[in-house]
């Protein structure tokens, strides 16, 4: 069993920051992929960045490519989304989301995710 702890969403304005946080606790030995999800209202919940645990490979969404950064800290056994340059569009509740060993291309399909935190919420205002 994982359990994921996500922290750090909040109410910024268009062209702000933020950093989220996902803490990882129990068995990660069978986590190869941790990723940040996203869904807002009436919408479909989508992948935003993954990170390949083993090796630090990263893959984004197009939506967000050069605004977030994904990365990790091992010893922390901490997951990290930060995003910047917001825009009102990036509003929706962040999940991250732990999952095994997939082809790279099927990152951003949640149903390949066992385990998932309870969600940090983040809105942007224009």
């Known amino acids: 069993q994982v359990q994921l702890v996500e922290s750090g969403g909040g109410s910024v304005q268009a062209g702000g920051s933020l950093r989220l946080s996902c803490a990882a606790s129990?068995?990660?030995?069978?986590?190869?992929?941790m990723t940040w999800f996203r869904q807002a209202p009436g919408k479909e919940r989508e992948g935003v960045a993954t990170?390949?645990?083993?090796?630090?490979?990263?893959y984004y969404a197009d939506s967000v490519k050069g605004r977030v950064t994904i990365s990790q800290d091992n010893a922390k056994n901490t997951l990290y989304l930060e995003m910047n340059s917001l825009k009102p569009e990036d509003t929706a509740m962040y999940y991250c989301?732990?999952?095994?060993?997939?082809?790279?291309?099927?990152?951003?399909?949640?149903?390949?995710?066992?385990?998932w935190g309870q969600g940090t919420q983040v809105t942007v205002s224009s």
């Open positions: 129990g068995d990660t030995t069978t986590i190869y992929y």
């Open positions: 990170i390949y645990t083993r090796g630090g490979s990263t």
């Open positions: 989301a732990a999952g095994p060993f997939m082809s790279w291309f099927r990152w951003s399909e949640k149903l390949r995710y066992v385990y």
